[in-house]
């Protein structure tokens, strides 16, 4: 089998677009030529790949399945290109960083800015996905660089360096009764109204399991994955949620929001530079870490 790059494009593209016309436009060819590919690829692989329905191209499961290695191979190729690119004599190139929320929010930002004034021949995409997904991007080879908030973890081949703790506090409004405590006891937490994270949030999985091992009863009242919305329904009501320390900082400073540490808490988090080991780690990657060491050591 003698496979052209065009053709694991066309079926990645497909399944996302759905529509030939699409896909010819994307690839800057022609829908004549796309339907080549697509009939090649079946008599090829001696199976279905694809049938249309409501207008729409679809991807058998034999499809699927073959788009499942096409997205990955053209993932790779991707990675590869930039990779070679970053040694050009001239240094320029282009870094895609992937980032959960604490991080892609409070941290890289100002981050980026000062990198980009420092490298300006270096461009720079930012992703903000929960950690679950970010982790998923960098073994898929769709990021170069990870920066995530997670628990000490061993996910070969991910590698990683810890930059900072990332500490999780209860947070709530500065006229709560809560402001009124020195420490925050396990059992003042039952019934009281909580915020929970979204369902792919970290913070949320360790919130619950912190609950569940000391047996207390959250009453939750709203649920966002939104970190902002969470401030602000905090700020402005009477419930109470658990937030990255980082994200409330200015809010501690001004005096906007109170906090308190986690009670009998035994889950440490931390903020980590992360990479594929899979992939070549070049004068880019420490050039960026030594950018991001210098930003964090507030923290």
């Known amino acids: 089998m003698n496979w052209h790059m065009l053709k694991f494009q066309v079926i990645e593209l497909l ?33 279905q790949l694809f049938y249309s329905r409501g207008g729409k191209v679809h991807l058998t499961e034999a499809g699927q399945s073959l788009n499942h290695y096409a997205k990955k191979i053209n993932a790779l190729v991707q990675e590869a290109e930039r990779v070679v690119k970053e040694f050009d004599e001239r240094g320029s190139g282009h870094l895609k960083i992937g980032a959960s929320s604490v991080p892609g929010t409070y941290v890289l930002p100002e981050m980026l800015s000062s ?12 992703t903000v996905r929960p950690t679950p997904i970010i982790q998923d991007m960098l073994l898929n080879h769709e ?29 709530f409004n500065p006229n709560h009764r809560f402001a009124r405590q020195e420490t925050l006891y396990p059992e003042l937490l039952n019934e009281v109204p909580f915020i ?23 009453k939750p009242v709203m649920e966002m994955d939104s970190l902002e919305a969470i401030k602000q329904a905090v700020l402005t009501g009477e419930s109470v949620s658990v ?17 308190r540490s986690i009670p009998q808490n035994p889950f440490k988090r931390y903020i980590y530079f992360t990479y594929n080991a899979d992939r070549i780690r070049s004068s880019f990657f420490d050039s960026f870490l030594a950018c991001l060491h210098d930003s964090v050591r507030a923290y």
Not at 148 to 168: K, N, R, Y
Not at 196 to 211: D, F, P, V
Request: with cysteine.
């Open 15 to 47: 399944d996302k677009h759905k529509r030939i016309t699409s896909v010819a436009e994307h690839l800057g060819l022609k829908q004549p030529t796309v339907s080549f590919h697509m009939k090649s690829m079946e008599q090829e692989m001696g199976v």
């Open 115 to 126: 990198f980009s004034k420092l490298y300006p021949q270096i461009s720079v995409s930012l």
């Open 243 to 259: 937030i990255s320390k980082i994200a409330i900082a200015k809010e501690l400073q001004r005096g906007e929001l109170s906090c």
């Open 143 to 171: 990021i170069d660089i990870g920066i995530m908030s997670a628990e000490p973890f061993q996910w070969s081949p991910l590698v990683g360096e810890t930059l900072c703790e990332d500490e999780l506090v209860f947070f």
């Open 196 to 218: 929970l994270h979204g369902q792919e949030s970290s913070t949320r999985t360790m919130t619950l399991n912190w609950a569940k091992s000391l047996g207390v009863k959250l």
